[in-house]
C-alpha cells in the first residue's frame, strides 16, 4: 500500500496529524515496508523492535555513512554526500571509525560525569525559561525542547555564547532542511547554508593558538 509512502514522505502529514496510528497499521500489514512516496528513490520503513535491533545491528548491510540519515528529497538525490557529511559526522558514520568517536563523546554522559553539568544545565534550561516567560507563550517543542540538548553540547564543546544562535540555527536547518520554519529557499540551499565545517576549522584554530600562548603545545 503505498499510501504508507505517501503519508511517511510528506512533512504536513506529521504536522497535522498523530503518527502512531498509522505506525500501528503499518506493523500489523506490513513492518518491513518499501516506501517511494513522492521520492524517486525509496526506503525501507521499519516499524517492528525486533527488526529495527537487527537494522543497527548490522552497518555493512545497513549503512548510515553511505546515504546518511536525512530523507533524501529529489533536490538531495544526486548531491555529493560527502559534502553533506557522510562519513564525517559521527551519526553518519560506520564502524570501525564510529566506535572511537562515539566513546570520546559518551565519557561525559556515563553516570559519574553526568553529575558535574547539573549546574550548567540548570543555568542553560533557566536562562531558556527566563527567555519565552516575559512573553506569556511559546512554542515548548521549538522554544525548549528542540534548543536544551544541542545548548548543553555546545555547553560541553566551549562554544562562545555569541555563537550557538547561529549553530543552533544552522542544525535545525541541517535536520529540517525540508521544513518550511527551517526552510532557506530549496532544501539542498537550507542544507549548505550552515557552514560547519568553516566553524570549526575555525574555532580548533582559536584553541591551538590559545594553547600555544600558555606554552600547553609540545613541538620538538
Not at 180 to 201: D, K, W
Amino acid at each position: 500500500m503505498e499510501v504508507f509512502g505517501d503519508k511517511l514522505t510528506d512533512p504536513a502529514f506529521f504536522a497535522t496529524n498523530d503518527p502512531h496510528p498509522l505506525w500501528k497499521q503499518m506493523r500489523a500489514e506490513d513492518p518491513v515496508h518499501w516506501a517511494t512516496g513522492n521520492l524517486s528513490r525509496g526506503f525501507w520503513s521499519i516499524t517492528k523492535y525486533e527488526d529495527a535491533v537487527s537494522v543497527l545491528r548490522d552497518p555493512h548491510t545497513f549503512s548510515s555513512e553511505a546515504l546518511g540519515m536525512s530523507m533524501m528529497t529529489r533536490e538531495l538525490e544526486n548531491f555529493d554526500r560527502s559534502e553533506m557529511g557522510c562519513g564525517a559526522m559521527i551519526i553518519a558514520m560506520d564502524p570501525p571509525r564510529h566506535n572511537p568517536m562515539r566513546k570520546a563523546l559518551s565519557r561525559n554522559f556515563l553516570r559519574s560525569q553526568v553529575v558535574h553539568w547539573d549546574e550548567r544545565c540548570r543555568r542553560v534550561v533557566k536562562e531558556l525559561i527566563d527567555r519565552v516567560a516575559p512573553l506569556g507563550q511559546c512554542d515548548f517543542v521549538t522554544d525548549i525542547a528542540q534548543q536544551l540538548p544541542m545548548l548543553m553540547i555546545l555547553e560541553m564543546m566551549e562554544i562562545p555564547g555569541q555563537d550557538r544562535p547561529t549553530l543552533l540555527r544552522w542544525a535545525a536547518m541541517t535536520v529540517g532542511n525540508d521544513d518550511p520554519e527551517f526552510q532557506v529557499g530549496s532544501s539542498l540551499e537550507s542544507r549548505t547554508q550552515g557552514n560547519f565545517a568553516i566553524y570549526v576549522t575555525t574555532a580548533a584554530g582559536w584553541r591551538w593558538n590559545a594553547a600555544a600562548a600558555r606554552g600547553a603545545i609540545y613541538s620538538p
